[in-house]
């Protein structure tokens, strides 16, 4: 089956969150499922810059206000994956984030930035873009790949069926309705039940509503996203489609986060020979000055600084942390409210609270490493990956009950602990007392060492893998296709 990934993001080029990490990982996985998988990204200076033997196989001419549109085929440094790369220097060569100007706003342009990126994929799709491949389903993944199922269905032609997964349905791609006459789609896509959305235009619904088939990161999530609680104003949507939509949890790429291997880690180790991590909690101490303290139960955060993942919640809970011993680590960035908040909880307390802000992948795995628990206290979370790094690495998570979260962590309650199947520890209220709550808990079980180190080996033994979910994908690509060809979803171009 030949597979055709559209995505904005991939690590290790461009990375902004956890999805980076899935289009690094996925392609590879289903490649060793049998698949012939290609990516297609936006020309942003690392991805373009790190494309090996190049090849042009497009000239598109002006488009979105690019005087020029190329689509250049190669592999990706470091990784090899196979790419398509969108050449639109007006359009891409910014450095910096993806999505964000240096003023921390949304490029003016973005509407035009990723409808390119949709409309590249389309006609990839189609066959028109290479005549020496074609695919058999292009799976777009998030708002910024979404309009590429709108283009396939105003196509006819095209065989390929499609496939659209939300990684965060909060992010949804709204633009002024007045834009839409830009994308050059029939007004039939706006209105009625089109991807209008609060007299705007609607890349996520796009997705939504063209897509041959449906997915999320994870089985809770899929199910949360069709209420109104957690639907972000498109679960009606959702609930019209449930019957194509799917819940597949993201998997743990082991050759970037392992332990055993990690070459950015003080020391390594595995469940078998634990002493590489106290190692690593030393040095964790020492690189972000903290009290060199072995017996301090050290939790560590490593997030986006945004109100999803609900850091003011431990914020709430930090008093109580801080009375009995504990130390907080954080790496961060985002919000700044967030950040001057940690920022002075770390001033006012410097031994025991400390913050890196910013974006640091070999700190990131430093202090997944170190810590003996990573917080989670997230408001939603699609999957979550932080959270499976955590138990890979035998630092317990501490999660709320959403999302992925609630997939992959076993609360360490009394029955969990006697049946050896406890993983980390789980709370249910968005509230600091509830956070607390758990945070109390694993202090206790921190103070009794056998029982610590069992949950921390059942935790190392969890395997999310992407085999699984690769092979999950397949089967769903195997349904967009037949439904593609059954029943069309179909946009008049008239
Ligand atoms: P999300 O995609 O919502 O941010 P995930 O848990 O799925 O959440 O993925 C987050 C990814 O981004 C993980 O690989 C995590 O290590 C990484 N990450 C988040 N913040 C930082 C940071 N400040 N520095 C380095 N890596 C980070
Ligand atoms: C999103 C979600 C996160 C998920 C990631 C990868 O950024 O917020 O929960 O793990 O995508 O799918």
């Not at 089109?194 to 063209?210: D, N, P, T, W, Y």
Request: glycine share 10%; net charge neutral; hydrophobic share 45%.
């Amino acid at each position: 089956m030949k597979v055709l990934q559209v995505a904005a993001e991939v690590f290790p080029q461009v990375k902004t969150g956890g999805l980076a990490d899935v289009t690094g990982a996925l392609p590879p996985a289903l490649a060793r499922e049998g698949a012939d998988v290609r990516l297609l990204l936006p020309g942003l200076p690392a991805i373009a810059d790190a494309l090996a033997a190049p090849r042009t196989v497009a000239r598109i001419g002006p488009m979105f206000n690019a005087a020029r549109v190329e689509v250049v085929q190669g592999r990706l440094h470091g990784s090899d994956l196979p790419a398509y790369v969108i050449e639109a220097p007006y359009l891409y060569r910014r450095a910096g984030n993806p999505y964000l100007g240096p003023d921390g706003h949304d490029w003016p342009d973005n509407l035009q930035r990723f409808a390119l990126l949709g409309w590249v994929g389309a006609h990839l799709a189609a066959g028109e873009i290479d005549a020496d491949w074609q695919p058999d389903v292009l799976h777009a993944h998030d708002w910024h790949a979404a309009l590429a199922c709108a283009y396939v269905a105003a196509h006819p032609p095209t065989a390929a069926g499609t496939v659209f997964t939300i990684h965060n349905l909060a992010y949804q791609g709204l633009f002024p309705i007045g834009d839409f006459g830009l994308l050059g789609l029939s007004h039939r896509a706006l209105w009625p039940h089109g991807i209008e959305f609060h007299r705007q235009v609607s890349f996520m619904k796009a997705g939504l509503l063209f897509a041959d088939r449906i997915s999320t990161v994870s089985p809770t999530y899929a199910r949360e996203i069709t209420t109104p609680e957690f639907g972000c104003g498109l679960d009606g949507v959702l609930r019209d489609r449930h019957h194509d939509l799917r819940g597949i949890l993201n998997g743990v790429d082991r050759d970037v986060w392992n332990p055993a291997t990690d070459r950015w880690i003080a020391a390594r180790y595995d469940a078998s020979l634990l002493a590489g991590k106290a190692y690593c909690k030393a040095a964790l101490q020492r690189e972000f000055g903290l009290d060199a303290r072995a017996d301090a139960p050290l939790f560590g955060v490593v997030s986006r600084l945004t109100s999803q993942k609900g850091l003011d919640l431990l914020l709430g809970a930090l008093p109580a942390l801080l009375a009995r011993g504990g130390q907080l680590a954080v790496q961060g960035t985002g919000d700044g409210v967030l950040e001057d908040a940690l920022r002075g909880a770390a001033a006012q307390h410097p031994r025991q609270v400390a913050l890196h802000v910013g974006y640091d992948e070999p700190r990131a795995h430093r202090l997944v490493a170190g810590a003996d628990v990573i917080v989670v206290p997230s408001r939603f979370e699609p999957c979550g990956l932080t959270q499976m790094y955590g138990l890979r690495y035998g630092t317990l998570p501490l999660v709320r009950r959403v999302g992925g979260l609630a997939d992959t962590v076993v609360d360490a309650d009394e029955a969990a602990l006697a049946d050896d199947r406890a993983t980390g520890f789980v709370f249910d209220q968005a509230q600091p007392g509830a956070l607390e709550a758990a945070l109390l808990r694993a202090m206790a079980l921190y103070r009794d060492p056998p029982r610590w180190q069992a949950v921390m080996r059942r935790a190392m033994a969890q395997e999310f893998t992407w085999t699984v979910a690769a092979r999950e994908y397949l089967g769903l690509y195997g349904e967009a296709i037949a439904s593609r060809r059954e029943k069309p979803r179909r946009l008049s171009m008239r």
